[in-house]
């Protein structure tokens, strides 16, 4: 079956460390996403590929990092500096940008140790 | 700066009853989705409204979309406690070139026996 997989489903983090979320898609799309939820709110975007190697920031990229070296795969990093990271972070893949074709993955929820 | 607003925040009805879930933004966009995401699930796409006076219809649920106010509606019919979940407008524009995706905060329905 075609979909979004993220992993891992929950993830801790310790003060300091750098931590990677993954998401993997074979829906053969060309745009991914990152998304964060906060409890209460509705979903910010974090950073967005069009395209194998390239991406672009969002609204919230301060503290994160992505890589987009295959079509199928856009790791998200949350680094050190992303000093308030405990969220529940979401991906996303739509074919060539088309919002109306938006797919997500199940969700990696990550929390501070 | 567009803002996604959605109207009430929380929503307790009872089973049978019916009730209007309102979302209005603040800038042009001829194109608003509605999801439906479970506690700690992905969210679900339920409708895409692609032009003024759009209306879709799903079960119990049916969506509309007036561009010139700005304004959508998620009407939801003879409420049955399946439908409980939290319901996300998000509104498609155009910033910096690229296409942008704004989420409102979320509808939390629950349906009463």
């Known amino acids: 079956d075609g979909g979004i997989t993220q992993s891992p489903k929950y993830l801790f983090r310790k003060e300091g460390q750098n931590v990677t979320l993954s998401c993997e898609q074979n829906l053969n799309h060309d745009a991914m996403y990152w998304y964060r939820q906060d409890p209460g709110q509705g979903l910010r975007l974090i950073y967005y590929?069009?395209?194998?190697?390239?991406?672009q920031k969002g609204d919230i990229a301060e503290g994160y990092s992505v890589s987009r070296e295959k079509k199928e795969s856009f790791p998200l990093t949350v680094t050190s500096a992303q000093k308030n990271p405990t969220a529940f972070y979401l991906c996303?893949?739509?074919?060539?940008?088309?919002?109306?074709?938006?797919?997500f993955g199940s969700g990696t929820q990550l929390s501070v140790l | 700066e567009l803002k996604v607003e959605q109207n009430p925040l929380f929503l307790s009805m009872q089973e049978g009853k019916n009730y209007t879930i309102y979302c209005n933004y603040s800038?042009?966009?001829?194109?608003l989705y509605w999801y439906r995401q479970d506690p700690g699930k992905s969210l679900e796409s339920l409708f895409v409204?692609?032009?003024?006076?759009a209306v879709k219809q799903e079960g119990r649920l049916m969506a509309s979309l007036d561009t010139k106010a700005r304004l959508s509606t998620l009407h939801i019919t003879a409420a049955v406690h399946d439908l409980s979940a939290t319901y996300f407008c998000?509104?498609?524009?155009?910033?910096?070139?690229?296409?942008?995706?704004?989420f409102g905060k979320g509808t939390k329905l629950t349906v009463n026996p």
């Open positions: 996303a893949s739509s074919i060539g940008g088309a919002y109306e074709k938006l797919f």
């Open positions: 998000a509104v498609d524009i155009l910033q910096g070139g690229s296409e942008k995706l704004v």
């Open positions: 590929s069009q395209i194998v190697n390239d991406f």
């Open positions: 800038t042009t966009s001829d194109r």
């Open positions: 409204l692609l032009s003024n006076g």
